[in-house]
């Protein structure tokens, strides 16, 4: 039996960290990514998705890390 494979968001407003993390942890596997730069379109996405996990930048333009959450 394969092992489940859980859905993690990343929000961050920097593309390049969005995309290293999101490969090292598809590297590994065990995890699904959805990534945005966009703090309004991550809530809008953690509503939808219902992720196992949310990796959010905390000082990011606009909104911040603390305000998502």
Not at 10 to 27: H, K, S, T, V, Y
Not at 39 to 67: F, K, Q, R, T
């Amino acid at each position: 039996m394969a092992p489940k494979r859980h859905t993690v968001l990343i929000i961050d407003d920097d593309p390049g960290q969005l995309a290293l993390l999101a490969a090292q942890l598809e590297r590994r596997g065990h995890f699904r990514t959805q990534t945005t730069t966009s703090p309004a379109e991550g809530l809008s996405l953690a509503e939808e998705l219902a992720p196992d996990l949310v990796i959010c930048d905390v000082s990011m333009p606009g909104m911040d890390g603390l305000e998502v959450t």
